[in-house]
């Protein structure tokens, strides 16, 4: 059981750190600043949609990981 719980928190720990990973910036900072940032309408609303489901998805698989945290200590 322990093993399987160990297998899950991995799995869930290497999806959070792409999710993270996946998701733009809030800002674009100095560099967007001076290269000037170019988006259509249409790539900013695909962008804050797709932005706002990997902020969800991050929480609730991170919720999952403190879960799997606690269990593993239970378990241990």
Known sequence: MVLFVTILQLLC?????????????????????????????????????LDAKLAKATKWIGAVFIVLTLALNILH
């Open 13 to 49: 720990g290497l999806a959070v750190i792409l999710a993270v990973l996946v998701q733009s910036g809030k800002n674009a900072g100095l560099s967007g600043a001076i290269g000037g940032v170019a988006d259509t309408f249409m790539a900013k609303g695909k962008a804050k949609t």
